[in-house]
């Protein structure tokens, strides 16, 4: 069974930096792209960052030049640096994991359960 744990969300002042951690545990057989997204209240759930298993890595234009996305492959971990943060980047952030099976083929996405971020003006 696949579990992604999320870590280090919390509550920061604007301007102030977070760094995000999403472990993998589990027997997942090749990841293609690890990632986050957040939703924020009243909101739809939107993409932050992605980063593919060759390192090609993906941002929202809202967090470009803010946030940093990086993986760890041995360790099936993604990080989420987010620095310059603002109170439009309050919500909860979710891990995402996009894998093949053994027949090649796309499974279902992983999420985390999300972990909460809150920005103070």
């Known amino acids: 069974q696949v579990q992604l744990v999320e870590s280090g969300g919390g509550l920061v002042q604007t301007g102030g930096s977070l760094r995000l951690s999403c472990a993998a545990s589990?027997?997942?057989?090749?990841?293609?792209?690890m990632g986050w997204y957040r939703q924020a209240p009243g909101k739809q759930r939107e993409l932050v960052a992605t980063?593919?298993?060759?390192?090609?890595?993906k941002y929202a234009d809202s967090v470009k030049g803010r946030f940093t996305i990086s993986r760890d492959s041995a360790e099936n971990t993604v990080f989420l640096q987010m620095n310059s943060l603002e109170p439009e980047d309050t919500a909860v952030y979710y891990c995402?994991?996009?894998?093949?099976?053994?027949?090649?083929?796309?499974?279902?996405?992983?999420w985390g359960r999300g972990t909460r971020v809150t920005v103070s003006s």
């Open positions: 995402n994991v996009k894998s093949r099976g053994r027949s090649g083929f796309p499974v279902p996405d992983y």
């Open positions: 589990g027997i997942i057989f090749s990841i293609n792209e």
């Open positions: 980063i593919t298993s060759s390192g090609i890595t």
